[in-house]
């Protein structure tokens, strides 16, 4: 389809505003032709006196015999004519920018709520900083494009076919001459426009790879500081620079000779006009002021043309930006929001995974997933890196979709679940949480409406985060940074724990981060585990084990499978992979058991 066709049935909402602002540019375009009809009548007036146009009854003439009148009635419609041009012009510039203006809002924010809805695996694939270029600058050209490309593109239009009707009606051959031009600058218009698109379809994948390496960079700053790989990343921003430099580059030489060769074709009208023109006139075959009129008008004609290029220029650069918004904004959503609706406060947290198998790509991540875990239980993970720990809580939480087997929360399959229904039920403390730039108190109570300050302070209470956050400069009101980077790691964790706990999900998933905690984190942890994990079913992605002794079943995972369960000591007892990593943490080694790593 093409990006106009999709703006305009996406833009249904506002047909009437398009109609109204459609109809402000032709009135005003036929008042700011009258003008040059004007001129022509007054030079009527002063060469023929009581005969002119104005004398005469017949053709709509007024029958206005004395020329001083005549002159008065000349000044009376100049200056009708002027204001009505003027406040036309006022209309249409107020109803295309407030037009574009609301569509652009409503691009943005549809497009920004479509590309929330899309999966996990659609971002795998994507650069973050080429979806903020089309969600900002892409959506931003569209009101370039509706502020002054749409009403040039009708006055051009209007003002052929207006003065074409002015010419055929005074001295049609003539007409035919200066408008022979015409279907040349057209054709020649298109000829370009085409050349033009792909052109500019490459400027926008060049902008997109701009902001992508910007955004990159300027995320991993500290890593670029680390490394000294300032010129190193340098140097990849002025390739990435260099590539839209070039890509416009190309558009620039078709863009820039459009203007050239319409003008060209001008010359030849209005060449065309003055001399033939001019010839009518001396043999008397067309009156003066019809002369000057049609002088004027090929002007008023032709000229406009010339602004075709710069139209098709802004048209072609919007509509390659529009065709990405539109492209954004219709990428299917492969894991749908719809689905039944389960009540989080009937929710009960038994959770069931049957014969469950999941791969990212061709090598099966998760194979045979069989697990039971009853409401209100703790049970927790461990097993090597990369093993499928948060791979199983991320087919959960149905950021992905098992490939294979089903996952069943209180009995009922999830994925016929809605979606956000289900992720309400459950509480996730990611290893590495978002957090607002907002403070530490906005950061708790994130995404929720009407929670008091006692709530937040519980809520950290229990998240073992209220030492930290009492000796921070403004305490619950200290802002944090953007992703909470004015906070240490561990800090950040017990906020987004605080988070989760203050949501009161009937299941909380704890994905740790790491083993490298101090003896008095780990201390906390345990503790706030003991707080938390109570009258809700509690998942534990564990890397230290001694915070998760007291959990009611541990599973242990290899490449995708789970290899031992049980509780603690019988695990112990077993003296597998589990007891092995124990001793290791503990500082008991054995010679002779395979440790994990
Ligand atoms: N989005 C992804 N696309 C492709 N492969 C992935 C993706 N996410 C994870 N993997 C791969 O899947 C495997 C399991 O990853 P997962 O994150 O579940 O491991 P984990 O047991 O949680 O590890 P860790 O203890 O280090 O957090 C790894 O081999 C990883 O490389």
Redesign the pocket.
Known sequence: MHPLKKLFSYAGAYRRDFRFATLYSIVNKFFDILPEVLIGVAVDIVVNGDKSFLAKQVLGGFGITDTWHQLILLGVLNVMIWGGESFFEYLLSVKWRNLAQNLQHDLRLDTYRHVQKLE??YF?NQRTGNLMSILNEDINQMERFLNGGANQIIQVVCSSIMVSAVFFALQPSLALISLLPVPAILIGAFWFQKRLAPRYAEVRVAAGDVSARLNNNLLGLATIKAFATEGFEARHIEEASDGYRKANARAIRVSSAITPVIRMAILAGFTATLVYGGWLTLHGELAVGAYSVLVFLTQRLLWPLTGLAEVADMYQRSMAAIDRAMDLLNTPINIPYEGRHFPVEAAKGELRFEQVGFS??ETP??TEIDLQIPAGKTVA?V??????????V?LLLRF?TANAGQILLDGQRIDELNLQDLRRAIGYVA?DSFLTDGTVADNIGYGMDDVSDADIAAAARAAEATEFIEKLPLGFATRIGERGQKLSGGQRQRLALARAILKNPPILIL?E?TSAVDNETEAAIQRSLDVVSRNRTTIV?A?RLSTIRQADCIYV?EN?RITESGRHEALLAQNGAYAALWRLQTGERSANTAIPA
């Open positions: 996990m695996a795998e990212y790509g991540t998760l993970f097993g090597s890196t990369g093993s499928g720990k948060s791979t199983l991320k992905y290893q994905d981060a992605i890397h995972m995708g």
